[in-house]
């Protein structure tokens, strides 16, 4: 499978292998402002190595331009890294890690097990995303633990502030709330 990336995604530059958790954040966070000054959603993911620090997955809500609701942020960087590592698990490949401007919704809690993947980092919280009208569905609470009893880590509240202004942004330019 092949999803088609934006083509101003590689005028954001990935921060450099082995940054810190903080760089990796902020530029899931600038691929979310990116998609929004280009009518895309204000969401964004990355997945990176554990151990290299490179870059082998991105991914920005596509749902609205390409008129598929399955392709949130989480599941658009999961496919793209899963292709480039060649495996349909990424813990075929290594360790990873997949990074997300806001939690994931009902749809990516329940993707992200399956993709291989062994730390989640968020930004956003759920109450954030559903202040500016976005539905999250049915999650678990705490949603977390679901995926920590299958051995995933999970970090909330990575420049938490910085996502939330993406978030509000959107909202103020008008954007449309798919499944509000």
Not at 84 to 90: F, R, T
Not at 137 to 161: C, F, N, Y
Request: aromatic share 8%; net charge negative; with cysteine.
């Amino acid at each position: 499978m092949h999803i088609e990336l934006p083509s101003w995604i590689d005028d954001v530059v990935p921060p450099p292998s082995g940054a810190l958790r903080e760089q990796r954040m902020r530029f899931v966070i600038e691929l979310a402002q990116y998609s929004v000054r280009h009518g895309g959603g204000p969401f964004a993911a990355a997945i990176f190595n554990i151990e290299s620090g490179e870059c082998v997955g991105r991914g920005v809500n596509l749902v609205h331009i390409l008129q598929c609701s399955m392709l949130h942020a989480e599941v658009v960087a999961i496919v793209e890294a899963e292709r480039v590592v060649g495996a349909y698990s990424l813990s075929q490949r290594g360790r990873f890690e997949l990074y997300s401007s806001a939690e994931p919704c009902a749809m990516c809690l329940g993707a992200i097990p399956w993709s291989g993947v062994q730390r989640l980092v968020c930004a956003a919280r759920d109450e954030d995303i559903r202040a500016i009208g976005f539905d999250e569905g049915m999650k678990p609470q705490p949603w977390s633990e679901a995926l920590t009893s299958r051995g995933i880590d999970v970090v909330v509240d990575v420049l938490r502030a910085e996502a939330v202004e993406v978030l509000v942004s959107y909202k103020a330019v008008g954007g449309i709330m798919y499944n509000g």
